[in-house]
T-cell receptor
Framework: AAGVIQSPRHLIKEKRETATLKCYPI?????VYWYQQGPGQDPQFLIS???????DKGSIPDRFSAQQFSDYHSELNMSSLELGDSALYFC????????????FGAGTRLSVL | DAKTTQPNSMESNEEEPVHLPCNHS???????IHWYRQLPSQGPEYVIH???SNVNNRMASLAIAEDRKSSTLILHRATLRDAAVYYC??????????FGTGTRLTIIP
């Protein structure tokens, strides 16, 4: 079965650079979520989209923005990167009529040097 | 958000049953009890969920107390591949998942 695809898997950036993370949800899933997991921490919610509209927002820095496109894939854009942005970024997708179970991708490991 | 309380860590012998407890005394009537797990270096993975009745699937069983203030995830026969952090999460609709600290399960060969 198709799963959530995230790219790239690994990304190395320098401070003050920008990064774009991509997420391709499971086909027919209408909701996408982004989570951040710092070293030794639990996943924390950043932002979500339902039918291409932002549906909820968590502790996402103003330097970050995200959107969901017409093909339902989503991108998380991160600017003015800081050392503290180094983390695993997970994308999850769900189907509103499917019990709202969230299926997670393998994540993007971002390292800011 | 209604909170859950889980033990920080548990150990179990391989091929034995494991009972992972979760307390959620402030659960609301519409909250579902979800369990996810995160294996090392992987994204979280859905395990099971329920509302009031006990639930079974190919991965585990979920036993829910009659007053819904606690629940127990049951792995019937733990294997080394079940070593993970298990999260008990109260969830409604298509809301975000709020991860607590979870229970780190260690399986002893």
């Amino acid at each position: 079965a198709a799963g959530v695809i995230q790219s790239p898997r690994h990304l190395i950036k320098e401070k003050r650079e920008t990064a774009t993370l991509k997420c391709y949800p499971i086909p027919r899933h209408d909701t996408v979520y982004w989570y951040q997991q710092g070293p030794g921490q639990d996943p924390q919610f950043l932002i979500s989209f339902y039918e291409k509209m932002q549906s909820d927002k968590g502790s996402i820095p103003d330097r970050f923005s995200a959107q969901q496109f017409s093909d339902y894939h989503s991108e998380l854009n991160m600017s003015s990167l800081e050392l503290g942005d180094s983390a695993l970024y997970f994308c999850a997708s769900s189907e509103r009529q499917g019990g709202n179970i969230q299926y997670f991708g393998a994540g993007t490991r971002l390292s800011v040097l | 958000d209604a909170k859950t309380t889980q033990p920080n860590s548990m150990e179990s012998n391989e091929e034995e049953p494991v009972h992972l407890p979760c307390n959620h005394s402030t659960i609301s009537g519409t909250d579902y009890i979800h369990w996810y797990r995160q294996l090392p270096s992987q994204g979280p993975e859905y395990v099971i969920h329920g509302l009031t009745s006990n639930v079974n699937n190919r991965m585990a069983s979920l036993a829910i107390a009659e007053d819904r203030k606690s629940s127990t995830l049951i792995l019937h026969r733990a294997t080394l591949r079940d070593a993970a952090v298990y999260y008990c999460i109260l969830h409604f609709g298509n809301e975000k998942l709020t991860f607590g600290t979870g229970t780190r399960l260690t399986i002893i060969p």
